[in-house]
Nanobody, 119 residues
């Protein structure tokens, strides 16, 4: 089993920055694809970013490209999401997720951390 715990959320003004962390325990994540999703109020959960096991391949939603950066430290079993130039529409609960690289479904999820961007 894998346990994921997000941290770093909070309230920030538009244009500000936050850095989310996702700490994993129970199993090393060096062979897992890690991702961030978010659930905005009143909307469906949506993909934000992902990173492969080596950190050499990343994917981003169009809405966050150029503003958010996903990274990982396999030695610390931790994944990060650096969020810059935040907008009110980035307000959401942000979730960390993990899947083995040979599986298409994210089967491990954290409990989420709230990010609120004020205008």
């Amino acid at each position: 089993q894998v346990q994921l715990v997000e941290s770093g959320g909070g309230l920030v003004q538009a244009g500000g920055s936050l850095r989310l962390s996702c700490a994993a325990s129970g199993r090393t994540l060096s062979s897992y694809v890690m991702a961030w999703f978010r659930h905005p109020p009143g909307k469906e959960r949506e993909f934000v970013a992902s990173i492969n096991w080596s950190g050499g391949r990343t994917n981003y939603a169009d809405s966050v490209k150029g503003r958010f950066t996903v990274s990982r430290d396999n030695a610390k079993n931790t994944v990060y999401l650096q969020m810059n130039s935040l907008k009110p529409e980035d307000t959401a609960v942000y979730y960390c997720a993990a899947r083995p690289q040979y599986v298409s479904v994210y089967n491990y999820w954290g409990q989420g951390t709230q990010v609120t961007v004020s205008s």
